[in-house]
């Protein structure tokens, strides 16, 4: 058997209260706000509307009525074309600079650690002159000598 669910019953109001908000006689919930320095609309625009909503067009239109049409494209020859002035700059693009900038903050960081890896050496009491120096210097002149054939810079800056 199924039971049946008595829901309590809605409390009624009570005399005497008074709403939350009391509005004014003549409230409009939204009024959009005036826009300054409007300009009226041109008569002709304005008659244009008034002849579109008539159901009988008269035969005689009003000049002031009529649309303004942009005139049509003529052809246009080759020789009116003007040919782009080819040239080579130097400077790269955004892109390229964004990419070459990463790849200089790459490079400094990799020359930190071969740095701080020869600093380690030092610290452990490696001679100086030891093969591994040797090794470290050139790899950081393979990377230097790597990043500037890439990016196109002159070797002296070095």
């Given at each position: 058997?199924?039971?049946?669910?008595?829901?309590?019953?809605?409390?009624?109001?009570?005399?005497?209260?008074?709403?939350?908000?009391?509005?004014?006689?003549?409230?409009?919930?939204?009024?959009?706000?005036?826009?300054?320095?409007?300009?009226?609309?041109?008569?002709?625009?304005?008659?244009?509307?008034?002849?579109?909503?008539?159901?009988?067009?008269?035969?005689?239109?009003?000049?002031?009525?009529?649309?303004?049409?942009?005139?049509?494209?003529?052809a246009i020859t080759m020789a009116e074309v003007a040919k782009p002035q080819a040239y080579l700059s130097t400077e790269p693009g955004w892109w390229d600079s964004f990419w070459r900038d990463r790849a200089r903050n790459k490079l400094q960081r990799a020359l930190a650690r071969i740095i701080q890896i020869s600093q380690d050496h030092e610290s452990n009491g490696v001679k100086p002159g030891d093969p591994i120096y040797h090794h470290l210097y050139g790899k950081a002149l393979e990377l230097c000598h790597w990043h500037f054939d890439k990016w196109h810079l002159d070797r002296g800056h070095i």
């Open positions: 058997m199924g039971q049946i669910e008595v829901l309590p019953v809605a409390p009624s109001k009570v005399e005497g209260t008074k709403p939350l908000f009391v509005r004014p006689a003549g409230y409009a919930p939204y009024v959009p706000p005036p826009i300054p320095d409007a300009v009226p609309e041109a008569p002709y625009i304005l008659e244009c509307r008034r002849l579109s909503r008539l159901s009988d067009k008269p035969k005689l239109v009003p000049e002031t009525a009529l649309a303004v049409v942009a005139p049509e494209p003529t």
